[in-house]
């Protein structure tokens, strides 16, 4: 077996950390640095409407143990809310023009490399749970259909398909994008803008009458703040708690393993969603990402806990990857690794806007896996609600922190 690791991305760079803060107020202060809150700073500081001070404190610059690190970088269309769905067709638009959105001569040109998604449905339950889903993703313009067990048998001839009954199938606008470089460039443009990005951990934050004044840094200095947003990720509910709010979040796993066969296609696989909960993909040329959680009933776990537990690719993967390809033969693992995610036990769905009671306590947290793909549209809404007092594009409000109080859950069953 190859190299195990916590991260799959080469570490950022991080020259422009400040120890401290230059100051001891902002307008808006953000906790966390990975890609939500370098969306948020980048969203604020393209605004001309906004004209206020930002400070971004991120706990560690190198992003080692974050699920922006460790993210696999796929967008869908295939959810099972209307609002994802919106929120995945405005991450397409975002990387198919990102060059041109962001506006500087050094932006790269990213595309969404388009493979698609193939969910695989083994039993009647599942297919109603796909045509039902199918029927939402048509009506809101997703490219998605339900084939046949013979019309994926011919497109993709390798697999075997013999507990299949049929599938749900896009390959407009899903696939595989570089979210790495999208992070990277939203927080290079945010540094030049006038964004002070420190190297330092909120270890308190300070409420008075239903209000954030002041948010501690371990270095000790208190600075005073007009909204503080909690884009922490898995460590959203730390943050939270610390200004009395409890927030239905928790660190669950996700192991990761790229491997190849002796045997190779010719042809690109979609990222097939296997009637176990397993999904394999193409990476590179010749290797195949494959990823689920471990073995048994899922749980959440400490944010600091990145053991592999158990020979997951032995128990779990392997066998499916021989069931559902044998004609890849042998099979090699040439790297893995583990990363989390911010899971919503809610609902699933990612937790944006205020604080109900605390109306300068901002959440841009809980996305469940979708993090990369939903931190665009996300990040903007942020902005505007801190600009604007509402959104002024898409409309997020059916994921704003009020439905947990109000115990209104938006269920999103479409979670791999």
Known sequence: MGSIGMVSQPAPETHSFLQDPNRDHYDVAIIGGATSGSAIAFFLTA????????????????????????????????????????????????????????????????AIKNFGYLYLASDEEFCQVLREDQALQASCGAGTQLVSKEFIAKRYPFFKLDDVLMGSFNT??????????????????????????????????IVR?????????????????????????????????????????????????????????????????????????????SQFLVGAPPAGPEVGIDVNDFQMRGDVWTEKLKPVIERRMPTLGKLHVKEAWIGHYDFNTFDHNAIIGPHHEIENFLFCCGFSGHGSQQAPACGRAV????TYGHFKTLDLSPLQYGRIPRNEPLVERAVI
């Open 47 to 110: 605004n001309p409407d906004f004209e206020g001070s930002i400070l971004i404190v991120e706990r560690d610059p190198t992003l080692k143990e974050s699920a922006t690190r460790a993210s696999n970088y796929c967008v869908r269309q295939q959810f099972a809310t209307e609002i994802n769905i919106k929120i995945a067709q405005y991450a397409a638009e975002f990387i198919n023009n990102f060059k041109q959105i962001v506006g500087t001569n050094d932006c790269p040109e990213l």
């Open 172 to 205: 407009q606008d899903e696939g595989e994008f570089d979210g790495w470089k999208i992070f990277q460039t939203c927080r290079k443009v945010a540094v030049a803008r006038g964004v002070e990005y420190v190297q330092n951990e909120v270890v308190d934050i």
């Open 209 to 285: 009458d239903n209000t954030v004044q002041n948010i501690v840094l371990k270095s000790g200095q208190h600075v005073k703040v007009g909204k503080v947003v909690n884009a922490a990720g898995t460590r959203s509910g730390y943050v939270s708690k610390m200004a009395g709010i409890h927030l239905p979040l928790e660190a669950r796993p996700r192991y990761t393993y790229i491997f190849e066969g002796e045997n190779h296609f010719n042809k690109d696989i979609p990222l097939t969603i296997d009637p176990s909960g397993v999904h394999f993909r193409p990476f590179g040329t």
């Open 383 to 386: 902005s505007e609600l801190i």
